[in-house]
């Protein structure tokens, strides 16, 4: 099953329109990145955020995921029902895929794969942290 294929599977109940899959608010996000300095996107993760405790949850995260060899990216899912991430679902997507709604998180995290996936939490944090010096 190609990636294209796999996408559409894991939005099927969210997308009726080919304009809602390509719509980067209901799966874009798993053919670009999120625009990080979109003021949505930006007050989002400020919303989610609970500075340094959000910004441990996401080093955390960013880690446990590192360790997960590429083949065993199944695993993420024991990972997000452990009691240290379970409560910061909501910020683990955003810093994903930049939106607060979307596909499960576990599938779209293996569909996405490892490297996106930390690239995008090490970006998220960033964005966080210079959110947060701002304040």
């Known amino acids: 099953q190609g990636y294209v294929q796999s996408a ?13 899959f390509v719509a980067t608010d209901r799966c874009g ?14 007050e989002l993760g400020t919303k989610l955020s609970r ?3 959000s910004l441990d949850l996401l080093q955390n995260f960013r880690d446990s995921v590192s360790a997960i060899p590429d083949q065993e ?3 993420v899912g024991q ?3 452990s009691k240290q991430f379970k409560k910061g679902q909501k910020l683990l997507r955003w810093a994903s895929t930049g939106v607060e709604v979307g596909a499960a998180l576990t ?3 293996q569909l996405l794969g490892k490297q996106t996936v ?8 960033a964005v966080l942290t210079s959110a947060h010096q701002e304040a």
């Open 118 to 125: 930390l690239r995008r939490l090490d970006r998220a944090q």
């Open 51 to 53: 500075r340094e405790e």
């Open 29 to 42: 996000y798993f053919f670009k990145e999120p625009d990080w300095g979109a003021q949505r996107v930006l």
């Open 107 to 109: 599938s779209t995290i």
């Open 73 to 75: 990216l199944h695993q």
């Open 8 to 20: 559409l599977e894991l939005v099927k109940d969210r997308v009726h329109y080919l304009s809602d």
């Open 79 to 81: 990972l997000l029902k």
